[in-house]
């Protein structure tokens, strides 16, 4: 049974930054393209960022592009999502997602592209 969990969440200040951590079991990952969303209580999960199987070109949502760093370890099976200059809009549930297979250019940022997902972490900015 393949299970995601995700850590490093929690309370921040604005500008602060945070490293999440998601670790993958009962499943190697160096087939899967790994993703992140966020969501936020009665709206719709919003695409993050997504790596492929071997980190090549990365892809980040429109809000997040330059502020936070997608990468995984897939020895470790592990992906993680660095995030800086943190604002209080990016409070949310943060998301660890995971594909069968890789996915390709256009089904990244669609949620239904990730078979697999964790519990989520939550991250609260304060003013």
């Known amino acids: 049974q393949t299970q995601l969990v995700e850590s490093g969440g929690g309370l921040v200040q604005t500008g602060d930054s945070l490293r999440l951590s998601c670790a993958v079991s009962?499943?190697?990952?160096?087939?899967?393209?790994m993703g992140w969303f966020r969501q936020v209580p009665g709206k719709e999960r919003v695409f993050v960022a997504a790596?492929?199987?071997?980190?090549?070109?990365?892809y980040y949502g429109d809000s997040f592009q330059g502020r936070f760093t997608i990468s995984r370890d897939n020895a470790e099976n592990t992906v993680y999502l660095q995030m800086t200059t943190l604002k209080p809009e990016d409070t949310a549930r943060y998301y660890c997602?995971?594909?069968?297979?890789?996915?390709?250019?256009?089904?990244?940022?669609?949620?239904?592209?990730?078979?697999?997902w964790g519990r989520g972490t939550q991250v609260t900015v304060a003013s």
């Open positions: 997602a995971a594909s069968r297979r890789n996915l390709i250019s256009g089904e990244y940022t669609e949620a239904v592209s990730f078979e697999f």
């Open positions: 009962g499943r190697a990952v160096t087939s899967s393209t």
């Open positions: 790596i492929p199987w071997n980190s090549g070109t990365k």
